[in-house]
């Protein structure tokens, strides 16, 4: 399966830390116009417009004019589909960093139970833990 | 190609030391990650990962290390296709770096790079969708979570 052109675009335009900045800022809002983003960003506004129209192009926000300024607003329904992938590996690394952590952890008491062990029958209990250096057989 | 990047990270009460075997040693990469793991923790060193071992129809990665640098960094390609070398536009990176913080506490942080080319990890990415799947809701918190990378302070 290959990507089209446009989900290329997409996730160019995904890419950038200001635009997801904007994104960001636009999700929390609701709408907001170049002047009012250009407020919570160290860029210039001009470089903000410029973002904001990339980001129409490839359909994760609208822009509706009113008077001088145009109104934002994301397309939640594009923005979803487009986090959507990615979200799913954040959430696939969530899980197996939380994993790691509870098997490092547990190695660890272990570890630390063998050496203040007074009570040496604890010690067994490490038969399980996670920490045992096993060489690789797989 | 733009290189998408994923960045998450978790606090971890254990040395460095047992954090870095977690991550690399084939038994316990069985535990939290693949049902079969052929790793070495070499750099150039190429493996695989096998998800869904007991089933019908194994999935299986490969794996190729670009960087072992214990306890600190561990980093390799995967999700490229089957029989061919891992190069930057066929796979994407996954680089653990660990921070020791004193003797007991280990701040391990993830990547995976290039995540443009992510239609190759179709096999997994459906493993996950079926066992995972939800309604994906857009909501400010959820993306600043998301893409914390992308405006925190990173150094």
Known sequence: MNHSADDDDLWEAMADPTRRKLLDLLVARGQATATTLTADMPVSRQAISKHLSLLQRVGLIDGHREGREVRYEVREQRLAEATEALSEVANRWDRRLRAIKHLAEQAHAADRSTKEATNPASAPALGDAPHRAVDGNG | ?155
């Open chain 2, 1 to 155: 190609m733009n290189n998408f990047t994923i960045e998450r990270d978790i606090e971890i009460e254990a040395p460095v030391d047992v954090v870095w075997r977690t991550i690399t040693e084939p038994e316990l990469i069985r535990t939290w990650f693949s049902d079969v793991a052929d790793v070495e923790a070499r750099p150039g060193a190429v493996g695989s990962l096998t998800f869904r071992a007991d089933t019908d129809a194994p999935h299986i990665v490969g794996i190729t290390v670009v960087a072992a640098d214990r306890p600190h960094r561990f980093s390799y390609r995967w999700v490229y296709p089957p029989g061919e070398r891992a190069t930057e536009a066929n796979s994407t990176l996954v680089t653990f770096t660990l921070v020791a913080d004193g003797d007991e506490r280990t701040r391990l942080r993830v990547t995976e790079t290039g995540l443009d080319q992510m239609d190759m990890a179709d096999a997994e990415k459906q493993k996950f969708v079926e066992d995972h799947r939800h309604g994906w809701q857009v909501q400010g918190d959820r993306l600043r979570d998301l893409f914390a990378s992308g405006h925190s302070s990173s150094p």
